[in-house]
């Protein structure tokens, strides 16, 4: 189960997210469903189409179930096997 205490050792495909702080002031805001992932990119459906947002540089929020979690993208600038501690 995903809690705000691990969310960063799971898969974030398929979750809610919103950017909430970000160097780039045209970002925030922005939010969506997690489509794709790489190592430094989120792909986020959102209302306006599919936009690749880098990881690194702003504060995610998450929502999860009833709650939400923020997590800063440096943390998770990892690919998501590397990030969960699976080998390839």
Not at 41 to 57: C, D, H, L, R, Y
Not at 60 to 76: A, R
């Amino acid at each position: 189960m995903i809690t705000a205490e691990n969310i960063t050792r799971h898969e974030l495909i398929g979750l809610e997210t919103s950017i909430v702080k970000s160097n780039n002031s045209q970002i925030v805001g922005l939010h969506g469903k997690i489509i794709d992932e790489t190592k430094s990119m989120f792909a986020i459906e959102t209302a306006t189409g599919v936009k690749t947002i880098p990881k690194q540089n702003s504060i995610w929020q998450f929502n999860l179930d009833e709650m939400s979690t923020f997590v800063d993208g440096n943390t998770i600038a990892k690919r998501s096997f590397e990030r969960m501690g699976v080998k390839a």
